[in-house]
């Protein structure tokens, strides 16, 4: 399993960010792929995940911690073996490393495991 991150960077409070994830070594429409983050000091904590397994009934439902809810929006291209995270309106507190993860979710908090190797974001003031 190798999930490969891409599009972080630095940008100012109120800008716009996409991340991409590269998935490869494993059935990309089998999983639900997503994204955690980890601020310095801080525990890595769940984002948001997009289930995208074919023929699933949870198909197309994804999660998002309360943070980010109608800021951040994720996708995924199953075509491409790829997982998108549409990040805007960002605040300086979003500064964190953005990590790629399989992940699931239930009545508790998103849970991941398969780690990218992680994509700084930072958001200035």
């Known amino acids: 399993v190798q999930l490969v991150e891409s599009g972080g960077g630095l940008v100012q409070a109120g800008g716009s960010l996409r991340l991409s994830c590269a998935a490869s070594?494993?059935?990309?429409?089998?999983?639900?792929v997503g994204w955690f983050r980890q601020a310095p000091g801080k525990e890595r904590e769940g984002v948001s995940c997009?289930?995208?397994?074919?023929?699933?009934?949870?198909?197309?439902?994804?999660y998002y911690a309360d943070s980010v809810k109608g800021r951040f929006t994720i996708s995924s291209d199953n075509a491409k073996n790829t997982v998108y995270l549409q990040m805007n309106s960002l605040k300086p507190e979003d500064t964190a490393v953005y990590y790629c993860?399989?992940?699931?979710?239930?009545?508790?908090?998103?849970?991941?495991?398969?780690w990218g190797q992680g994509t700084q974001v930072t958001v200035s003031s």
């Open positions: 993860a399989v992940c699931w979710w239930s009545d508790g908090p998103l849970r991941g495991d398969y």
């Open positions: 997009i289930d995208s397994t074919d023929g699933s009934t949870y198909y197309g439902s994804t």
């Open positions: 070594g494993f059935t990309f429409d089998e999983y639900a």
